[in-house]
């Protein structure tokens, strides 16, 4: 009786449709407010959506709106420029 080992917890990027481990994936939320943030902890209370940490995928989900799609409301610049930076940094 070994320990059981936990499945990896699978996402699917908005962008790619590619299944990857939630940890690849930065989420995108629409809080109950209204407002659109960026979720580092995955945990937060919202519709969520959820991307590739890559500049490409960040790049083609700002030019085709599938965010804005996805969370149902506009998602501002501001919140793009954050995740590019993210990639930068990682």
Known sequence: MGLKQKKPVLRTCCVTREKLEKKDLIRVIRTPEGNVEIDLKGKANGRG??????????????????????????????????????????
């Not at 890559?54 to 506009?74: G, M």
């Open 49 to 90: 959506a959820y991307l590739k940490l890559d500049k490409d995928v960040i790049l083609k989900a700002q030019k085709t709106k599938v965010l804005d799609r996805n969370l149902e409301v506009t998602v501002p610049d501001s919140i793009y420029e954050q995740l590019l930076g993210m990639v930068n940094n990682a």
